[in-house]
């Protein structure tokens, strides 16, 4: 049986007993991130530099 991590975010290491987390799969890997800290996924992912392995090579998406 594999042992699975308890979840917490990427970005601030809270777990879902403190906060709501989404699951997000990227390069084969599955990593957590707080509802709070998703939209720097989207609009500023250079912040996850060195937390998401690969972030630095996410293009933030502009809405306007
Ligand atoms: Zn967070």
Redesign the pocket.
Known sequence: MTKTPSPQ??????NDSQ?PLARIRYRGEDYW??T??FPLLIHEPGKLTGQLPGAENLTPVDHD
């Open positions: 975010c990427l970005h601030c290491g809270r906060v991130i707080c709070e800290h």
